[in-house]
């Protein structure tokens, strides 16, 4: 795959989208000599603002520490990451976590909420530990595309395991941040929750203006991006854009005649 020459700093060149995150030539290596195995090898990417991204690929393919290496989670063996206009590799600890903790969100499988605390305690929780104050008018929006206005209250043992990852979400989305990760985050929901989910995280990328890059193994989940990367052996091999169901299953096929699996 080649990808636009695109100045990070600056976030275009004129004819191209802003990009929220790149990654240029990455590699992530395990291990020494004949035992090195490259969970990347020598990815380039950019991650257009505002956009839905979809990351997917069999399972090895390296689509997690993909994500992980985009979002300063991993750290690379080569290359180098960016995002926004800040480059990450070889920042410092204490700068790297000031920034994920200023311009990224996260969601996971596991909704890792606090048990104690209500929805809205959860929502803005790492705001709290912060020292930041939400923006209210924001925090009304986010709450209101997420629809979680009459469960504000609840504690997550009174919500449902969709309504839990709503809350998830709204808390990723309340601090306003230049991009959200997330790895699987409707693989714990049945498939009504997961669509619920999945609709909201559409609603922000359209109507907030978010940016939003997934990992999936699902086609349905995939297909409510506006973009898919497909990942195998470490390697970019396929992008799609405008994407169906069929369309990804019938892709992800391909990858099960080499052997593999999804």
Known sequence: MTTAVVNPATGGDGGHSAVAARAENVVKAYGEGETRVAALDGVSVDIEQGVFTAIMGPSGSGKSTLMHCLAGLDTV???????GGTEITGLKDKRLTKLRRDHVGFIF??????????????????????????????????????????????????????????????????????????DEPTGNLDSRAGAEVLQFLRRSVDELGQTIVMVTHDPVAAAYANRIIFLADGQIVDEMRDPTADRVLDRMRGFDGQGRTS
């Not at 063996?77 to 995002?83: E, L």
């Not at 959860?122 to 939400?134: C, F, Q, V």
């Open 77 to 83: 063996s080569s290359g180098r990451i960016w995002i």
């Open 109 to 182: 499988q596991a909704f890792n909420l606090l048990p104690t605390l209500n929805a809205i305690e959860n929502i803005t929780l790492p705001m709290d530990i912060a020292g930041r104050k939400p923006e209210q008018e924001w925090l009304r929006r986010v709450i209101d595309t997420v629809g979680l206005g009459e469960r504000l209250k609840h504690r997550p043992n009174q919500l449902s395991g969709g309504q839990q990852q709503r809350v998830a979400v709204a808390r990723a989305l309340a601090a306003r941040p230049d991009i959200i990760f997330g």
